[in-house]
């Protein structure tokens, strides 16, 4: 005879004062998504493995009265959990990460909606344009979504970066590209062209978004 799955528990927590009812395993973030309350997130993507990189998802949670701030996309819920989206110190910490991110991809449409948001200056910080802000999109849906794991992470720290992997790019990037609408500074479609030019010129096809 079959068993039966036992009923997965239903939390309640309060998002923003607003009572949210969620599930077990649920994270922060998905239980917000739930209830229509918008949480930023630049590293974020609803058919992949939470990753917590940008950490601009960050918010307030507050349990048996002690605060903290976390990021919401990798935080469980808890019964009776409260949580704040936004506040001063939220604020502020978004700020501070939109002024980082803006210091490699200043010309990003989607940092520079956020950074008039929440009034983040784009100088702050001494430029240091890679164009990427090391969300893992592309990776990371190459990884987990297509299985080929064409275009991976090379080097550490301040080092770090994307590459494609020009044998398998060759054979499975020119009909897919679908990692280029994912990503927020547009660099993933710029990183595979240059790959492109240098591992298997003449191959050029355009991209339509």
Avoid at 32 to 41: G, K, N
Avoid at 67 to 79: D, E, F, I, N
Avoid at 170 to 191: R, V
Wanted: charged share 25%; aromatic share 8%; proline share 5%.
């Amino acid at each position: 005879m079959k068993r039966e799955s036992p009923p997965v528990a239903e939390i309640v927590l309060q998002i923003d004062g607003k009572a949210v009812k969620a599930t077990e395993g649920m994270t922060v973030l998905q239980a917000a998504s739930s209830a229509t309350i918008s949480i930023p997130t630049l590293c974020h993507h609803e058919k992949l493995e939470p990753y917590g990189a940008c950490r601009l998802c960050m918010v307030e949670v507050e349990a048996r009265g002690r605060k903290s701030y976390v990021v919401s996309c990798l935080y469980p819920v808890a019964r009776d959990l409260i949580v704040r989206t936004r506040s001063d110190k939220v604020d502020k910490i978004r700020r501070v990460i939109l002024e980082e991110l803006l210091a490699h991809a200043p010309h990003s449409p989607e940092l520079m909606r956020l950074a008039q948001e929440y009034g983040a200056d784009k100088d702050r910080f001494e430029k240091e344009s890679s164009f990427c802000i090391l969300c893992g999109l592309c990776v990371r849906y190459c990884a987990e979504i297509k299985g080929k794991n064409a275009v991976g992470f090379v080097d550490h720290g301040a080092r770090r970066k994307i590459r494609f992997v020009p044998e398998i790019a060759s054979n499975e990037c020119w009909d897919c590209q679908e990692c280029f609408a994912l990503c927020p500074t547009s660099f993933a479609q710029a990183a595979y062209f240059l790959t492109e030019a240098l591992a298997f010129p003449g191959r050029r096809k355009a991209w339509t978004p």
